[in-house]
């Protein structure tokens, strides 16, 4: 549980860093980008809710829908989606994973 609240509280800060980019005073806010920065928050609230009940299939499900949205370059979303396969006995996908987790 410790794991999972400190990946979210991560999550939420860089929303929070993302959402102050887009929202800067005196910048006119590009309602696109803003659109993707709300889809990456869903996924990432429903990823959190689904990992809370242990719907790994799910968790993988958001953890992709969020990266598909944007969130490419977050270390924490594909962690969480190599946990989501180790729960899902799915060894191989995690070996991938770790070729392709952002550094």
Sequence with gaps: MHMFLQIRSTFRFCL???RKHLC??????DPCEMHK???VEKHIAKCGDV???RDWESVVREVDAAIA???DS???LFMCR???LLKLHQIDD???ISIHVPK
């Design 16 to 18: 929070y860093i993302a």
């Design 24 to 29: 800067y005073p005196g910048m006119d806010l």
């Design 37 to 39: 920065l709300q889809l």
């Design 51 to 53: 990992r809370r009940i």
């Design 69 to 71: 949205a944007g969130a």
């Design 74 to 76: 977050s270390p924490q």
């Design 82 to 84: 190599a946990e989501a």
């Design 94 to 96: 995690v070996e991938s």
